[in-house]
Nanobody, 119 residues
Framework: QVHVVESGGGLVQAGGSLRLSCAASGSIFRLNVMGWYRQAPGKRRELVAVITQGGGTNYADSVKGRFTISRDNAKNTVSLQMNSLKPEDTALYYC?????????????WGQGTQVTVSS
C-alpha cells in the first residue's frame, strides 16, 4: 500500500510565491520518479515538473524559470517552489509517484491541492 499526500496550496496574488510539498509512504520501490501535475477546470491534467532519484528534472515550458522541483530520497518527499505565479497557474495540483521493479510499474496520486492565483 502506498499513500501520497500533498500540502501547501492556497490563494496568492499574481507575482507571488507558493511552495507545495508531498510525502509518499508505504511500499516505495527503489526505482521511481516523483512529480507534480495540474488540472485546471475544463482542461486535461498536464505535467508541471518531474524529478528522478538522481536529480534529473523535466519541466513544462510554461513553468521553466519560475518553478523549481526538488526531492529528498531518504524521506520520499518532493517539493515544488513556485515563483512569479500567474493567473494561468490556477489549478488543482497533484503529486505523483511513478515506481517500478522487474515485474510491476504503477502510478500513485495524491488527492490534490488547490492553487489559486488572483490577478
Amino acid at each position: 500500500q502506498v499513500h501520497v499526500v500533498e500540502s501547501g496550496g492556497g490563494l496568492v496574488q499574481a507575482g507571488g510565491s507558493l511552495r507545495l510539498s508531498c510525502a509518499a509512504s508505504g511500499s516505495i520501490f527503489r526505482l521511481n520518479v516523483m512529480g507534480w501535475y495540474r488540472q485546471a477546470p475544463g482542461k486535461r491534467r498536464e505535467l508541471v515538473a518531474v524529478i528522478t532519484q538522481g536529480g534529473g528534472t523535466n519541466y513544462a515550458d510554461s513553468v521553466k524559470g519560475r518553478f523549481t522541483i526538488s526531492r529528498d530520497n531518504a524521506k520520499n518527499t518532493v517539493s515544488l517552489q513556485m515563483n512569479s505565479l500567474k493567473p494561468e497557474d490556477t489549478a488543482l495540483y497533484y503529486c505523483n509517484l511513478n515506481q517500478w521493479n522487474d515485474s510491476n510499474r504503477r502510478d500513485y496520486w495524491g488527492q490534490g491541492t488547490q492553487v489559486t492565483v488572483s490577478s
